[in-house]
Every structure is written in structure tokens, then in C-alpha cells.
């Protein structure tokens, strides 16, 4: 995967995202960064106010080089963070337990991004369609025109947040355990518990109208 | 389940802590939270340096009151925790995507708790042997006893921070979506997708000495 400065990075790593402390497990490239974030659903966005920082979770989708995540116009986290402050944006994918054999080797797979930025709202009611339509069509493609559209007061009950990618950092670590050389002849189980998420069969609301039948975008759907 | 100030409660909710978008959701009760807390891995902290918030997803565990996350002594985000500084932590599970007849009714079930506070370092090799020790037992309880244990010179490169669950709320959203009265008519499927982590098959690290099984707490492994 391309690195540091190349011509398919998000962002030349700043000093505040690149990865310091391992720094194999940093990556820059727009490829990367992308894909982490399409595999994931829920985000937690950190923000401050009056130097207490707030970690939120919250559903999220990516356009090109933008994230994107809604809420409640009434939301204190919304209205805080569309005010132009300082935000970080981070989607996180446990892959696995990294089962060493010293404790200290003891690790996770994972895949990470980390954004730090400013949010902006989406503005008018022809862009926040756009913009919700494209986050249900993420989910469940075919969706949108299954269901009713948000009506107009609807819409103004909805905030919708964008940031660019503009400096995003990924971190992920994969692969076997790295064991100091005398451990390996320890008598002890090594390697990976992988772990994903699954969806389960789905469950219909219990007012559901007879005769509709689970439409196939909820078979399909994978995450991580 | 208790709600605010009773008995079992972490803490009354506090102004920053309290849900308040749609407190039906909000819960803070003792058993609820550790419930959720217990239920994870991965925690997601925020803290502030220079007014820029950064989110970084670490592993975690509980005991008593208490949080607890590690890493290297090295690491940025731990060395400004362990200055006491304005932390945030949380924890969120998703547990599955909610499909209502309206755009404006989707939802997700999840769990989350978010806790407020200082961290603190856990100081001297046997505290922090006795934390390794409980970190490892909750995720695979019999392995402490298998493995190399740190040395004097890891627990040095280790930083272990806990947190009281002094300002602590948990949000809950379960169940079936609720939509408006009308939208019920529609010819459009309703429910709830679930969502779950799931481990897998334990994958043996390419350098395992021969001969040694994948240990019961492998395939006993639960999360969320």
C-alpha cells in the first residue's frame, strides 16, 4: 500500500495523525482509509466542550472524500459540533485477539481510522435527501424507494454533519502473534481468535402487514 | 430497571451525564452499566490536547466501580491521560439496524455507556501485575497460569490507567421500530436486522510447537 506523500494519499500525514508508536501499522493512502470506513456502520466522534471531551456513537457514511453522520436537530452533540469546533472522527474494526505467549505480547487485530477536522451541515432540503438517500442506500440498497421520504418538517428535525478526509490516518494490525524468540518453545496455545460482526436472521416488527416478505438487501448485508 | 438516585445507581446522572434527548434511553443504575461494560473489549477514549478532541479505541476491562485500559508507557494518548486530565469514555455495542416504514423512523438497537472523568496510573509492579493478571483472566479465564508473565522490564514499558464510574449513563435502544400511525399501511417490510459479534475458528500462529490445542476459553469465547 502506498505511504507517506503518495499521489493516492487522503493527506499527507500531519504530526498530530500519523502513526507514532508503531509506525508499520500506519497507513495514509486513500485505498485504505476508504475501505476501513466502508465496512463499518458506527462511528464515535469526540468533541469538547468547555475542555470535557464527549466520545458519541453514531451512524456515519462516507461520500469521496467526505464523512458524513445525522442526528436530531435537537442533539447537543450536533449543535456543538456544527458550530465549527474541533472534532475526531474515529471507526474502529476488532478483527481478532492476538493470543501471545508472554503476556506482555498479548494484542488485537483491528483496523482503525482516525479524522480530525471541523464538521460542516448540509444544507438545504435537496442536499439532505441527496444525503440521507445515499446513507440508506449504503445499508440496504434498493430501500429508498420502498419506503415514505421524509417530509419537509421531518428534514429540519434532521441535522446532517459532513467533514473532508482531510487528515485521516489508518492503523491496523493483522497477523500472528510476535513472541520473543525464547518464548516460542513455551508449551502454550498461540495465534488468533477472529472475531466479525454477523447479522442474524431478520425479525419483523410484530405490526407488520401479512404477506410482505424480507427483502433481500438484509440477506446481503455484511459489515466489517 | 432503577433509574435516577435510587440505591443501585453508579450516581445520580449528573447535568453532563444525563440522557436527554430521549431519556427513556438513558439508565444508571450499577447493574446496567457494568452489564454493558462487561459485554465489550474495545472501548473508545477521548481526551483533548491544545482544544483538539482525539478518539483512540483501546482494549479495556472492569472491576468493581472501576475501568481499566493499558498500553505502552510510550504512547501519546497515555501519557496525557495519566496527567489527569478531562477524559471521556465509551463503549458502545451495536446490536442491530432498525428498519422503520419512514426514512425519518430508522433507527439502531444498541448499548452504550459513556463515563466521565480523570484517569489515573496504577502504580507499583504488584498492582499492576494483579491488573494484567484480571485482564487476561476476564478475556480467557485459565491463561494467566499458561503464559510468560511480564518482567520486570515490561511491566516498566506498560502504562495501566483506571477510572472510578463516578459520572457514568447507559442508552439503550432495543426492540421493534416505532413509526408514525399511518406509515403502518404501507407495503413496505419493517423489523429489526440483528447484529452480533461473532468469534470464529481459533487460528493457530504458524510457529505453534506441535501437539498443543486450542484451549476450552477459546470456544467458550462470547462478546456483547
Known sequence: MPKDGSPDAVTAPSQRTRVRRIPGRGHYDRATVHAILDAGLVCHVGYAID???????????????????????????????????????????LDGIVFARSGFHHSMNYRSVMALGKAATVEGDAAKLAALEAFTERVAPGRWREIRPPSKQELKATTILHMDLAEASAKIRTGDPVDDEP???????????????M?????????LRAGIAAPGYLKRFTLG
Open 51 to 93: 475542555g470535557q471531551p464527549y466520545v458519541t456513537p453514531t451512524g456515519y457514511w462516507r461520500e469521496g472524500d467526505r464523512v458524513y453522520w445525522h442526528g436530531s436537530s435537537a442533539s447537543r452533540m450536533l449543535r456543538q459540533q456544527k458550530q465549527g469546533i474541533p472534532v475526531c472522527f474515529t471507526v474502529t474494526h
Open 183 to 197: 518464548d516460542y518453545a513455551l508449551p502454550c496455545w498461540a495465534g488468533v481468535l477472529p472475531l466479525r460482526v
Open 199 to 207: 447479522a442474524g436472521t431478520p425479525q419483523a416488527d410484530a405490526k
